[in-house]
């Protein structure tokens, strides 16, 4: 069989195939592209918008749990057991509640509660 089709012949077949398997590799490169694209994207928006900005501190000792401070939201000293605040619930918290802030981040001066 081989021995009826010329050279030629074969060779832009090999030539077909290979520009096909290219156009596939091309399409399987852009998906990935795309799908990098989407991920990187997700991981800046929980990464970069961080529901608030600030955490409440909650104390956790006998019953119902009580405010402890405010931190920001990238404070190491906020423990384990906090909540997300907004910008104007962190506000009122040290201004109205009487909620002490963190002498490591400062959150009162990010607020201008001084």
Do not use: N
């Not at 939201?73 to 963190?102: F, I, N, S, W, Y």
């Amino acid at each position: 069989m081989f021995e009826k089709v010329s050279r030629l012949d074969r060779l832009r077949t090999v030539r077909e195939w290979l520009v096909w398997q290219l156009r596939r590799t091309d399409d399987t490169i852009a998906e990935l592209e795309r799908q990098e694209v989407v991920a990187a994207r997700a991981v800046r928006t929980t990464v970069a918008s961080p529901a608030s900005g600030y955490r409440l501190a909650v104390r956790r000792a006998g019953g119902a749990p009580a405010p402890e401070s405010v931190h920001r939201h990238d404070c190491g000293m906020a423990g384990k057991h906090t909540r997300p605040l907004e910008r104007d619930q962190a506000l009122r918290a040290l201004t109205e509640d009487g909620v002490t802030a963190c002498p490591y981040c400062r959150p009162d001066t990010d607020l201008g509660v001084l």
